[in-house]
């Protein structure tokens, strides 16, 4: 599965230290606005020590995670919904992705400028958040006066999309993001079609100083008041402290750097198993001599579809799927210790994939 997160965020918040030290590719990063024009995109590996425990006790020739795309989105001005600064292109960019990391300064320092010359991540999430809106309110605008006219012929099914229609952008027009709207679940196919860029799930990503990695902040606390009625998480990141834990040379010294500043694991680590939940996906892996690999699919996914990831004629010629439990693999250690306690499954087509499952697929084309 082809996954894309956009970062995104006004000019000098730190999207682009965070890109580098995500993907390790070297994006610009320099203290004035618009030092990213063109979206910068790297391929990451989601961190998952179940995959390493897998290896270790399978010894394959090779070990395949599973990656997430981040794409660095370039910052943007007020007035960007209406093709100001780098608008359109902007807002191009982050509807072609799957989810939003909406990075927020979280921290003063009279050396780094702020585009508004003062630091409020509220101020910064509302000026991206009204833009996104604003287009999303056109775009919505003229659904809802083509399902007018068609409610206007008597048609039943048009009248109630309408209505819930209706919900959507009353809610916008006050200013409020489309994933927030009080429609039921059931419903909120009425908005599908249209690629809304606000009904895309979100993360706020608040960029702190080194003092504020552990304890926090005031901004921080702001942020989360202020995202409460969203259902979006909130993860604090360090981008310059990143950026100098991707530096180290070894796994030692960048454990001894983490110990130092009170911290169990890098934030990006945080941030993209983050990434990969917001998403609603899971992974389950396939274990042999050859190769251990972790395969993406989205929570809920049944077994043929599963087997359709990695490749079509398993899901065409789909008969069964050979089931391990991660536990039980890792307790017993081996296929056919597995086997001989009794703990290889066997399923069907009904069968809902589960996080961590180790899967053998049998078909037939």
């Known amino acids: 599965m082809a996954l894309k997160c956009g970062i995104v965020g006004l000019p000098n918040v730190g999207k682009s230290t965070l890109f580098n030290c995500l993907s390790n590719a070297e994006a610009q990063a320099a203290n004035f606005p618009f030092c990213t024009i063109e979206p910068n995109v790297g391929t990451i590996n989601v961190p998952d020590e179940r995959l390493e425990k897998l290896a270790e006790l399978v010894n394959p020739q090779r070990v395949m ?165 969203e259902n979006a998480e909130v993860i604090v990141i360090g981008a310059a402290i990143e950026a100098d834990i991707a530096q180290l040379d070894t796994y030692e010294d960048r454990q001894l750097f983490l110990e130092e500043l009170g911290l169990e694991e890098p934030g990006v680590n945080i941030l993209i198993r983050g990434a990969y939940q917001l998403l609603d996906l899971s992974t389950y892996f396939t274990a042999g001599e050859k190769e251990v690999r972790a395969w993406t699919i989205t929570t809920g996914t049944k077994a043929p579809q599963a087997a359709g990831v990695i490749h079509t004629d398993f899901e065409k010629g789909f008969i069964r799927a050979e089931v391990i439990h991660y536990n039980d693999f890792v307790t017993l250690g081996s296929n056919q210790a597995v086997k001989e306690a009794g703990k290889l499954l066997v399923e069907g087509k009904e069968y809902v994939v589960q996080d961590g499952d180790v899967m053998h697929f049998r078909f037939n084309v």
């Open 65 to 229: 995670p599973t990656t997430v795309e981040i794409v660095d989105i370039a910052g943007l001005v007020k007035g960007a919904s209406k093709g100001e600064g780098l608008g359109n292109q902007f807002l191009a960019n982050i509807r072609e992705t799957d989810a939003i990391l909406h990075v927020l300064r979280c921290f003063d320092d009279d050396n780094v400028v702020h585009v508004d010359g003062s630091v409020d991540p509220i101020r910064d999430k509302e000026v991206i958040e009204y833009e996104l809106i604003m287009k999303d309110l056109e775009v919505l605008e003229k659904k809802v006066q083509k399902v007018q006219k068609m409610s206007k012929t008597g048609d039943k099914e048009a009248r109630k999309l309408l209505e819930v229609l209706e919900v959507y952008f009353k809610h916008m027009e006050a200013g409020n993001p489309a994933r927030s709207a009080p429609v039921e679940e059931k419903h909120q196919e009425a908005i599908a079609d249209l690629f809304l860029l606000t009904d895309k799930p979100v993360m706020y990503v608040c960029n702190v100083d080194e003092g504020s990695v552990v304890s926090g902040n005031a901004h921080i606390d702001k942020v989360r008041a202020a995202v409460q009625g």
